[in-house]
């Protein structure tokens, strides 16, 4: 799933990130109605989505607080691609600040904390923290299928590392009960589970590789190598 420049991506909003309309602020509303799609069709346009922070860079007054935690919420659901670091580099310091903009600064230190147990594969506390407090439900409520997705990804990361994990393990890190956790490893993951252990088919990340290694030492080194010894002896 490319959510750099994906295939969803209709031709106005390539035109506006291709051209001198990414510093049209008229180009403001035709973005955000592009996040509201992305939001409720499960793909990311993490291109068009930065285009539209810088244009909330240059236009202050445009700034629409859920747009900016959509758009870092739709960031997250690309890990561990740096499209979260490289939204964040995009909210002007001064959003950020504490009782700047009601709960925003709250609600973006929230998200990183999401996404930095992400990044560290803290996958177990990353599903505690989400239960945690009721502001991450109303922070990912626009975007369709976000634990989903999310699990989809933990899912990948996992068949790139792994042949074969226990069960139990898999549930805590997909953070779902007993049922809820077979279900999407047999039918959404494709995998099997024998006697409590999941087992991930061969790919090319998780396949064991033959390694050789080759020292090139010639008789010329080698003679540098004892010339030195004998000089720092005498």
Known sequence: MDSEDPQERPEEITSI?????????????????YLRHQCEHRYTDSNANRTLLKLYQLNPDRVKDEVITNILVKALTCFPSPQFSLAMHLIPPSILAPNSRAELPEAIA???????????SQYARFWATLDSDDLYADLTTDIEGFEELIRI???????????????????????????????????????????????????PENEAKKSEVREDVNVDMFSRVVRRAWEETA
């Open 17 to 33: 990130i291709n051209g001198l309309e990414r510093y049209n602020p008229e180009a403001v509303g035709n973005l955000e109605e």
């Open 110 to 120: 929230k998200l990183r904390e999401l996404s930095n147990q992400l990044q560290g």
């Open 153 to 203: 990804r933990i899912a990948t990361l996992i068949s790139h590392a792994y042949r074969e994990i226990e069960m139990s393990i898999l549930e805590q890190w997909l953070g779902m009960d007993d049922a809820d956790a077979m279900k999407f490893v047999t039918e959404t993951a494709g995998w099997k589970v024998e006697n409590g252990i999941v087992k991930i088919p061969r790919n």
